[in-house]
């Protein structure tokens, strides 16, 4: 097996990290707002988990950062 990355991985190397960057930004400002991520469910499948109002949300990441920005009201 090469260790080495091709041509084509390097170049795609730097769009890679950006992903990575962004992934953690992403998970950092979600648990800044409350939010954890579990697995603790009968299918374990992960979710992003916040109680808000006195319920409790369990939904993607994507649909977690659309209901803090636009419908969590501080």
Not at 3 to 22: A, F, G, H, V
Not at 24 to 53: A, M, N, Q, T, Y
Request: hydrophobic content about 35%.
């Amino acid at each position: 097996m090469c260790d080495e990355m091709t041509e084509k991985e390097k170049s795609y190397e730097p769009i890679r990290l950006l992903q990575n960057d962004l992934e953690h930004k992403r998970r950092v400002w979600l648990e800044k707002h409350g939010w954890s991520e579990s697995c603790d469910f009968p299918d374990s499948c992960w979710r992003w988990c916040k109680e808000i109002d006195g319920k409790l949300m369990m939904c993607s990441q994507a649909t977690a950062i659309k209901i803090e920005l636009y419908f969590v009201i501080e």
